[in-house]
């Protein structure tokens, strides 16, 4: 089976993040990991992408899954037949909260042109 090309849109120390994160690794799929706490043009990118400010988002092979859990994205690469079911545990929860949870990032966003 051909590797899907992924950009995961992800916080670096986010519940729901990592659980994307052990999704990816336990397939052992490379993906890209954009930072969106720590880089708002990566922020700014999965939000014109996505249509929304929540994530983690993931795009699959040009397919946009936004505001997803690793539990949903095993699932969802499961029935589009990305991959094949594994029953290997994974290191972290897959579907766990951000210690953030509930704050909005105050920094705004520009796009210069």
């Not at 916080?11 to 969106?36: H, M, N, T």
């Amino acid at each position: 089976m051909e590797k899907p090309k992924i950009i995961a849109y992800l916080k670096p120390f986010c519940g729901w993040s990592q659980g994307v994160r052990a999704v990816l690794r336990k397939y052992d799929l490379p993906f890209e990991d954009r930072d969106i706490w720590n880089d708002p043009h990566q922020r700014l990118e999965m939000i014109q992408k996505s249509g929304q400010e929540l994530s983690p988002c993931v795009e699959v092979n040009g397919k946009m899954l936004a505001d997803i859990s690793g539990e949903e994205l095993e699932s969802w690469m499961i029935q589009t037949v990305v991959i094949t079911k594994d029953h290997a545990p994974v290191d972290v929860p897959l579907n766990a909260p951000c210690a953030d949870h509930g704050e909005v990032i105050s920094t705004p966003i520009t796009l210069k042109r």
